[in-house]
């Protein structure tokens, strides 16, 4: 089907803690795995993004793992800080986007 | 990655009008897509526009409520007819691709329709 499920809808951390998103979903022809980052009022804005031939990707904090026959990815930031907060989407496609629901991270300094 | 022009940025409208969502590309793109995103909630793609043919429409979204002009590989359209309430929401257009530098937004329209 078409959903991607996101959990949890929100998180909160202290700063300087670990936060992970998962998401799941069901197309089998999905190729392209992106997370987007909006802060309130702005666009979504591509934070990191992962293609099914590799298994982990990382850039500084944030990393994307894919297990492709479980159907699951994650996305990692290690060492939040404050200015991290904002609500985060999963994605899935080919051509198109598919969106997860969003999760709502609160880092508290 | 392309940059997106969109206006207008936010307008207020009455019920049973119409709006137009203008989208303007700095380079050539194959596929621009059109998102609504309602208060608190993900994104859903409304339709894909494709230059030289007709719009590809997502499930619950339909032509004559969502019509869509793609005339050359740089803009689109996006027109909002008949609104109501309901209609409130900020409309995003996407371009890129998964084998490209991934999928870049317009700054969107927020959408207030009173």
């Known amino acids: 089907g078409e959903n991607v499920e996101q959990h949890p809808s929100t998180l909160s951390v202290q700063e300087g803690d670990s936060a992970v998103i998962k998401c799941t979903y069901s197309?089998?022809?999905?190729?392209?795995f992106p997370w987007y980052k909006q802060e309130l009022g702005k666009r979504p804005q591509l934070i990191i993004d992962i293609r099914s031939n590799v298994g982990e990707k990382k850039d500084q904090r944030i990393a994307v793992t894919l297990n492709k026959t479980a159907k699951h990815f994650s996305l990692h930031i290690t060492e939040t800080q404050p200015e991290d907060s904002a609500v985060y989407f999963c994605a899935r496609g080919f051509q198109k986007l598919v969106f997860g629901t969003g999760t709502r991270l609160l880092v508290s300094p | 990655s392309a940059v997106i022009s969109q206006k207008p940025s936010r307008d207020i409208c009455q019920r049973g009008t119409s709006l137009t969502i203008q989208c303007q590309v700095d380079s050539q793109v194959t596929m621009m897509f059109w998102y609504r995103q309602q208060p608190g909630q993900s994104l859903t793609l409304i339709a894909t526009a494709n230059q030289g043919s007709e719009a590809t429409y997502e499930s619950g979204f339909v032509i004559d409520k969502f019509p869509i002009s793609r005339p050359n590989l740089t803009f689109s359209t996006l027109t909002v007819s008949n609104m109501s309430p309901e209609d409130s929401s900020i409309y995003l257009c996407?371009?890129?691709?998964?084998?490209?530098?991934?999928?870049?937004f317009g700054s969107g329209t927020r959408l207030t329709v009173v």
């Open positions: 996407s371009v890129g691709g998964w084998n490209l530098s991934g999928y870049t």
């Open positions: 197309d089998s022809a999905s190729n392209y």
